[in-house]
């Protein structure tokens, strides 16, 4: 960590070349001795991209920016905020800290935060933000997560982990064996140490698999952003044995939250209903896709399914749906003769279960991206290739 960087003339050239071509910064001669042309690239590119992922960080003085690598990872504010509402008690150790936004968040829950990561320069950098962020309550710790847990034999009301999902090379990974710590090889020293742990992973991670891996899990959170799932979170409780609840959310624009929570049971002993499209359609937000909870959200709901592996349903009326809603206005049978004759050059185009892709449909038929129309190319309960003309509530 460079502390020269934290100087009010570099801060003040951060700020005002926050929108410059990073590479002009590099291959520029440095303006400040002391500090190199990638130190000053780093700070700018990466305070640039806490504008919407990190408000408070972004507006607050004298933050000092990670690089990419560690930045990637981070929660948002967002998810940090929804992860801080699931945590009780008095003590929660976070055992791989990263940058410390989780950190942050928990701290405003717990009486003591405990935070520990391996990267030394990271450890430094955090301990300063969240010393210029007001923390308090907290210690910082650098070791391996897993020596962490060895060596201290304190008890903690929850521990939180977030493992790196990079290989030894630098590869991207999501499996749970394959990241840093591997959780799966030391859930008994973890439970040694807590009753409750709030495990982070990947979005990619099936589930299924998950739930192999792990063991007393009692909650599964599916946090989405705009439609596009951000975090999949493991609470696990000591000693737990029932059934665990799928919960999911997903923030859409102006705060609107999405939620829908089920159990795992319930989903497995549902049957769905199919019928025909009706006069709405519904469209399960990324959440729930995530969540497999195909069958229960109809049965919930009270609507019916347009097929079995097409994740669509219906309904004659309209109702209040965790995901995008369609009045139905037209339904035609897939062929190139009846694509042509609704003489449609516009729209957004959607594909369910069908053999072709939504680039090959727009190249077939020239179909432009945008407008007010949807069409939903699907399969229906008859194995029909079908198109759904629908416009959007």
Request: glycine share 4%; with cysteine; hydrophobic share 35%.
């Amino acid at each position: 960590m460079n502390k020269n960087i934290l100087n009010t003339g570099v801060q003040d050239f951060i700020l005002k070349n926050i929108d410059t071509d990073i590479m002009s910064v590099i291959l520029k001669k440095p303006p400040f001795s002391e500090i190199s042309a990638q130190e000053l690239a780093q700070q700018i590119e990466t305070k640039k991209k806490c504008k919407n992922k990190l408000p408070l960080w972004y507006k607050t003085p004298n933050i000092y920016y990670p690089s990419r690598l560690n930045f990637e990872q981070s929660s948002s504010e967002t998810t940090a905020k929804y992860k801080s509402k699931i945590i009780h008690g008095k003590s929660l150790l976070d055992l791989t800290g990263g940058f410390g936004i989780d950190s942050y968040f928990f701290s405003k829950k717990v009486d003591h935060i405990t935070y520990n990561e391996v990267d030394k320069e990271l450890a430094t950098i955090t301990d300063h933000n969240l010393k210029v962020l007001g923390v308090k309550n907290y210690t910082t710790f650098n070791n391996d997560a897993i020596t962490f847990l060895q060596k201290n034999n304190q008890y903690f009301d929850w521990i939180y982990l977030d493992p790196s999902r990079r290989d030894y090379k630098k590869n991207k990974v999501f499996r749970l064996e394959d990241c840093q710590p591997d959780i799966t090889q030391n859930l008994e020293l973890i439970f040694n140490r807590t009753n409750y742990v709030l495990l982070k992973t990947s979005p990619l991670l099936d589930i299924t698999l998950g739930l192999k891996s792990l063991t007393f899990v009692k909650e599964i959170h599916i946090v989405a952003i705009n439609n596009e799932v951000k975090e999949l979170l493991w609470v696990l409780e000591k000693g737990f044995k029932a059934t665990a609840v799928i919960k999911t959310i997903n923030y859409g624009k102006a705060n609107k939250k999405e939620v829908f929570n089920f159990k795992i049971s319930d989903e497995k002993n549902v049957t769905s209903k199919f019928a025909p499209p009706q006069n709405f359609l519904f469209e399960p937000n990324a959440a729930i896709l995530k969540s497999g909870g195909f069958k229960i959200i109809g049965e919930k709901l009270g609507l019916t399914k347009i097929s079995q592996h097409t994740h669509l349903y219906s309904n004659d009326e309209l109702i209040d749906f965790p995901g995008r809603s369609f009045k139905i206005e037209q339904i035609t049978k897939y062929s190139k003769k009846n694509v042509k004759e609704l003489q449609i050059t516009k729209a957004n185009v959607t594909t369910r279960n069908f053999p072709l892709s939504v680039a090959q449909l727009r190249q077939k038929f020239k179909i432009a991206d945008g407008g007010s129309l949807f069409l939903f190319f699907y399969k229906n309960i008859d194995n029909q290739h079908q198109i759904l003309i629908c416009s959007k509530i």
